[in-house]
């Protein structure tokens, strides 16, 4: 069985990379019927964060990503730790290094003046005397001082490193007894029983240590994939700019979860030409071993691209409810059906969306000065006033093709083209040009406040000449 994990540190929000293999490794172990699990890497108390951790769990909530089984916290897991730890150094596979920071520091301007790689010089792995007064020991692990360590990777292929010339035996305990980074992944991953792990490739360095964690301590090394970084435009690392910014954050631009989740599944995986996929489709075609072994380039035009076709293929019930968290309530609106399936066809974002839906159903506080000179100017007062007449006497006016109607006979009584009537009417009613037709607009309104926005329009603005 397929055994995946997302396992961010709470030091931070959480990201778009984050969340990319977080996607991954769901889709992978959802397509294998498998597990997937998250943990909580929080040993850096100093630097942990509650509301971080909430980020986090809000985010899965958000995005629908659920995890198999209860969440782990390395936090409370210091005994299983401190129990393998004393099982290497009972089985001689690591030590106590009494090294003071002293003497590191000696080491290292050594090393550095001698153009070195500043690395731990093995000075206590076989030591047996009496230790030094008033140190208290880290823990190393007995590396392998020569050899070769395969990662066996499931997108670059197999990497091989030379142990001599990236380990020393590094510390797996502080001198407080905390565990270190690399010691307590390869546990957790091994003991949860994790096989495949999908990461970003800022992890392939630390690889080497958790593979010798792995084999200390007899535990099956699981498949890797080292997932290439997101870069921007400019082929550099993405920045908060660029949209390496908190997740959440994405939900309060208005983004849809649907199309976060799409937009990121084709950062780095392809499937043919296919742009559009449904979480189904995800989870029958994606395989990590069709991940670009390059970077892939974040694209916020892609994003909006995606987010504006979930928009259109959402329900109108769904939106009125989406709305709300951006201060519009529709829900006792008796024209919601017309207004929302002529603005979603032209909105990117829930935001976006929220701001057209306001600025048709609260009346223009203030005009446009460009397109009142543009739309003001002839005979637009007086072609207004006939229009407000003829919508007066008009019987029945309901849906959108009855004040069309109304305007097309006031274009045939004063033998007008369609922009004569249409500026001036879209400034009156919009407080400016652009915006879903006019139509749709006055169906919205209906006919009074449709006539009490140009009786407005007509007494604030006088025709130029």
């Not at 400034?427 to 749709?440: I, Q």
Request: aromatic content about 8%.
């Amino acid at each position: 069985m397929v055994v995946t994990r997302f396992a961010p540190s709470p030091t931070g929000y959480l990201h778009i990379g984050g969340l990319r293999t977080a996607l991954f490794s769901y889709l992978w172990a959802r397509k294998n019927n498998g597990k997937f699990v998250l943990r909580i890497e929080d040993t850096d108390k100093k630097r942990n964060s509650e509301e971080a951790t909430e980020a986090i769990l809000k985010a899965f909530e958000w995005l629908g990503l659920e995890a198999d089984g209860e969440i782990t916290y390395q936090s409370k897991r210091d005994a299983i730790y401190a129990k393998y730890i004393q099982q290497l150094l009972d089985e001689g596979k690591a030590y106590k290094c009494y090294m003071s920071k002293e003497e590191l520091d000696a080491l290292r301007e050594e090393q550095m003046a001698n153009k070195e790689r500043a690395k731990y010089d093995g000075r206590y792995r076989d030591f047996d005397g009496t230790p030094p007064e008033g140190i208290e020991p880290v823990i190393r692990i007995k590396a392998p001082l020569s050899g070769e360590i395969v990662v066996h990777d499931g997108v670059k292929g197999d990497i091989v490193f030379q142990a001599e010339d990236i380990l020393d035996d590094f510390v797996i305990a502080r001198a407080d007894g905390s565990p270190t980074y690399n010691f307590v992944v390869a546990v957790d991953d091994a003991l949860m029983g994790i096989n495949e792990v999908i990461r970003g490739d800022d992890h392939l360095s630390n690889t080497p240590k958790q593979i010798v964690v792995y084999e200390a301590l007899g535990f099956d090394i699981p498949k890797f994939y080292h997932v290439p970084m997101i870069h921007n435009q400019q082929g550099k690392k993405l920045s908060k700019r660029d949209g390496a910014t908190d997740v959440m954050a994405y939900k309060e631009m208005g983004y849809l979860p649907e199309a976060l989740l799409n937009f990121l599944v084709r950062l780095g995986w392809s499937h043919g030409d296919q742009e559009i996929f449904s979480m189904e489709e995800m989870k029958e075609l994606f395989d990590p071993k069709d991940i670009n072994k390059s970077a892939s380039i974040y694209n916020t035009e892609k994003l909006d691209w995606l987010n504006a076709h979930y928009i259109k293929n959402t329900s109108n019930e769904k939106l009125t409810e989406l709305l709300t968290e951006f201060g519009v309530v529709l829900s006792s609106h008796d024209k919601k059906e017309i207004l929302l399936d002529a603005l979603k066809e032209r909105a990117k974002t829930l935001k976006e969306l929220a701001l057209m839906v306001e600025e048709i159903i609260q009346t223009p506080t203030s005009y446009d000065e460009k397109a009142v000179k543009k739309a003001f100017k002839g005979n637009a007062i007086e072609i207004l006033e006939v229009f407000a007449n003829r919508l007066e006497e008009a019987d029945e006016l309901h849906l959108p093709s009855d004040y069309h109607h109304v305007m097309e006979k006031v274009i045939e009584e004063m033998e007008i083209g369609f922009g004569k009537i249409g500026q001036p009417l879209r400034v009156a009613l919009l407080g400016k040009m652009g915006g879903p037709g006019l139509d749709v607009v006055m169906a919205v309104l209906g006919r009074d406040e449709t006539l009490s926005r140009i009786a407005k329009a007509v007494l604030t603005h006088t025709v130029d000449d």
